[in-house]
């Protein structure tokens, strides 16, 4: 077996394949350095654009992994003859190589001997530089509790040599690297809550189906200020509608019944928003790590199962629950996705503003209005709180398309996820005209050979068998009985039995949480830490 099979056995069996496969590049050029080690680059206009230092390759590899030093997890930007990666192994957990052409990595595996560090899972190739796919591949590799920082070193040679290429694979790699510290800023808030209320949740849950919308176009109203323009309109409606629940207020005192109202949020506001509309007898779809008070007062909430790790471990120890996408972070995405896993035949937006038309937050009515009206004074009238709730919003600046409208970078990336969410569904998305911006929506999403896609989402979900609270509980809590220190949280994050990986992902967001309580605990005692207050969570639960 040569060098190269050896490694390529090393390597999960699609990216073995493609490097396996890769013809070499015509303008490869191999050649020594001064410390006689093997180093390579492309030839371009008759020059040789060399990756590694051609007089001290290895001396240049310490000073790039110094660079990137103090780090658990390092990204490297180009693989080079991995003379750099060798020597960040010595001060770093984990390198993720990323190097856009396979030949030149087949060339670097024939000729250099990595295998130690691919065996040990501590080097992951990646040749795949979308930045989706550099997310999720540093986000499955980076354990932040444990791992600490997360460093960039780049290989000054291999950037130089395709510029405008390695400049686009930088791009994308900061992008993705930015939208992994967005998640992890908010693990940090809300990681412990998310945890806590599940489990509280998961006892007091009913799971059942949601309603049957096939034949119907769904309205989903969220509560940017046009949804109270829309107002005349809705009373008029004869299509079901999905509210947000931020919207539920607003809905109810106009008397306009939603035929479901979706809740995502976990803080305690999600509680409010029902509060003041009065708790209406309307099946009510709730993620399952809203909060606890939510479901202790609407006993018949559906409960609903998102990506989360620990719902995920919840759904494969039995609880029969539907699904909902809330990856773009907004209750109005998670909206159009249950209309659609309903069966709606096409989904209208009303009141998704996703700015702030005129300074308004949100439509009159709502929970904010009623708090701020009730909290105002001489001194500080309602609309003195409204101006500074909206003042606190951090990264306004005014829509140059529109002078009366606020953006804000929370919200256009709301926008964004809701625009790339719409093209992956197999229903039309359309948006009601309104005073917020307007989405680049396709009249009709995901064609294929003409025409629309099926989707496990086109008919309601049917509850699964319903297996007892208390035994999802203790099955789970033996696992994370077993996750009790660093080691055996690595080793669980690379099991093939999925109950185990999902529990070790499922301790992500707590570590995460007291990690940012306490920067400078021990990572061994950060995993013991969070398995213990999760076991203890779920005894007090049983209790």
Request: hydrophobic residues 45%.
């Amino acid at each position: 077996m040569t060098l190269l099979d050896r490694q390529l056995a090393l390597m999960p069996p699609a990216l073995a394949r493609e490097i396996g496969s890769a013809s070499p590049r015509p303008d490869e050029v191999i050649d020594s350095s001064g410390d006689h080690v093997p180093i390579n680059g492309i030839l371009r206009d008759g020059r040789a654009y060399l990756f590694h230092s051609r007089y001290a390759a290895l001396r240049e590899a310490e000073r790039i992994a110094e660079a990137a030093a103090p780090a658990g997890c390092v990204v490297a930007l180009g693989a080079g003859m991995g003379h750099h990666l060798r020597a960040i192994s010595r001060r770093a957990d984990r390198i993720i190589a990323v190097e856009p052409d396979a030949a030149l990595l087949r060339s670097a595996l024939s000729r250099v001997d990595l295998a130690d560090l691919l065996e040990s899972n501590r080097l992951t190739l990646v040749t795949d530089c979308r930045e989706e796919a550099l997310l999720g591949t540093i986000a499955s590799r980076y354990v932040p509790g444990v791992h600490g920082a997360l460093r960039v070193a780049e290989l000054t040679g291999r950037v130089h040599a395709e510029q405008q290429r390695m400049h686009a694979v930088r791009g994308a790699l900061g992008r993705a690297i930015e939208q992994l510290s967005d998640d992890l800023a908010v693990q940090a808030r809300f990681g412990l809550a998310w945890t806590r209320n599940a489990v509280l949740n998961l006892t007091s849950a009913r799971p059942d189906a949601l309603p049957d919308l096939r034949g119907h176009t769904a309205i989903v109203a969220a509560a940017g200020p046009s949804l109270y323009d829309a107002i005349p309109a809705l009373a008029l409606e004869r299509d079901p509608i999905i509210a947000v629940d931020t919207a539920l207020p607003v809905l109810s005192s106009f008397n306009i019944r939603p035929r479901l109202v979706v809740s995502v949020d976990c803080q305690l506001a999600s509680y409010h928003h029902y509060l003041c509309a009065g708790f209406p007898a309307v099946p009510i779809a709730a993620d399952l790590s809203v909060s606890a008070s939510l479901f202790c007062r609407l006993r018949d909430a559906i409960p609903l199962l998102s990506d989360h790790p620990l719902h995920r471990l919840f759904g494969h120890l039995g609880l029969g629950a539907p699904d909902v996408d809330a990856r773009g972070g907004n209750v109005t995405q998670a909206a159009v996705d249950l209309a659609v896993r309903c069966g709606a035949e096409a989904v209208r937006l009303v009141g998704a503003d996703f700015s702030y038309p005129d300074g308004e937050t949100y439509s009159r009515g709502s929970y904010l209005h009623r708090l701020f009206a009730a909290c105002a004074d001489r001194l500080s009238p309602a609309q003195t709180l409204h101006m500074e709730f909206l003042a606190a919003r951090p990264g306004l600046e005014p829509d140059p398309n529109c002078s009366s409208r606020l953006l804000q970078p929370l919200l256009c990336g709301y926008a964004r996820n809701m625009e790339r969410f719409a093209g992956t569904l197999p229903v039309p998305v359309t948006q009601d005209p309104g005073r917020g911006v307007r989405l680049a929506l396709p009249g009709r999403s995901v064609l294929r050979g003409g025409r629309v896609s099926e989707d496990t989402r086109s008919s309601p979900p049917v509850p699964g068998s319903e297996i007892p609270a208390r035994d999802i509980l203790n099955r789970a809590g033996e696992l994370f009985a077993a996750i009790h220190d660093r080691q055996t949280l690595l080793r669980s994050l690379e099991a093939e039995a999925p109950a185990v990986l999902l529990a070790a992902r499922a301790l992500m967001p707590p570590i995460t949480s007291l990690r940012s309580k306490d920067p400078d605990a021990p990572a061994d005692e950060l995993v013991a830490r969070a398995s213990r207050w999760t076991r203890s969570l779920i005894l007090a639960a049983l209790a």
